[in-house]
């Protein structure tokens, strides 16, 4: 679950739907500027589910007892963030085996990542490491899996760029999802040069007026379509300290639903 500020209140966004903007931008990925994606239906399936495994935990999500805050993704303890991890791993390499093995990766490097900035938490790294050492059998798996429907022929520059790509749309949805952005936000293209992501701030300098999408202006353009518009939908609760699971899922029943929109387009100086 992505946990968001806004102003007094908290929007509560689940990692499927953040999953789900993210494959919306793979799915419109691609033109004169930059390449397809490489075997675009599966990698396209990855990001889109790249986060199911979080589904049954969002429906009964958790407070951290400390902070009295709904946790967010990041906030997970390892022992139960890596069995999500899995479940997620599980669902894609079921898919097919590409999709797997770049979501297992993914996982992986956010575990890495784990290790590197809870190391003085020995439970916390047990976790960890059980689930590398578990994803090193798991891939192997899946790259036999892979190698035995492809061959051998340009199978390992698959196997990173695909992963690549994921992170790259991950890491483009985490950025609208997780904040009311001001700055720009540029990324490298895995199979390409940069491309560079700026809101369009309005004359009283709010990033949109009051029932229109956020703009955001793409440069150079990657998109197939001339506009994309996308979405995630949010559930809106008082930012305040919740006492315990009970507490917050009763305020999640009676929470407003609301709809967070994009829309990316070229800058003006190019149309």
């Known amino acids: 679950m992505i946990r968001r500020h806004d102003d007094h209140d908290w929007l509560l966004i689940d990692q499927v739907e953040h999953a789900r903007l993210a494959a919306g931008f793979a799915g419109a990925w691609g033109n004169n500027v930059f390449s397809p994606l490489p075997e675009a239906d599966i990698l396209v399936d990855a990001v889109m589910h790249h986060d199911d495994g979080w589904k049954a935990w969002a429906k009964a999500p958790e407070v951290d007892l400390k902070t009295g805050r709904p946790r967010n993704f990041t906030e997970m303890p390892m022992a139960i963030a890596t069995e999500i991890w899995r479940r997620s791993i599980g669902t894609c390499g079921e898919r097919h085996p590409l999709a797997g093995l770049w979501v297992s990766r993914h996982f992986c490097w956010l575990a890495q990542k784990a290790e590197n900035s809870r190391s003085d938490d020995a439970d916390e790294c047990v976790a960890i490491r059980q689930f590398l ?110 006492t315990g699971n009970i507490d917050l899922r009763t305020a999640l029943q009676s929470a407003r639903s609301e709809t967070l929109v994009w829309l990316i387009r070229q800058s003006s100086e190019h149309g």
């Open 133 to 242: 050492a578990d994803e090193a059998l798991r891939q192997s798996a899946l790259r036999e899996h892979a190698r035995a429907q492809y061959g051998d022929a340009g199978l390992y520059e698959l196997f990173d760029i695909g992963f690549q790509y994921v992170q790259f749309f991950d890491a483009l949805s985490l950025w609208l999802c997780c904040s009311a952005r001001l700055e720009p936000y540029e990324d490298r293209v895995p199979s390409g040069g940069p491309v560079r992501f700026a809101p369009v701030q309005v004359a009283d300098n709010t990033l949109h007026n009051a029932g229109n999408p956020y703009e955001i202006t793409a440069e150079p353009y990657p998109f197939s379509v001339g506009r994309l518009e996308l979405s995630v939908a949010a559930r809106r609760i008082p930012a305040r300290r919740y």
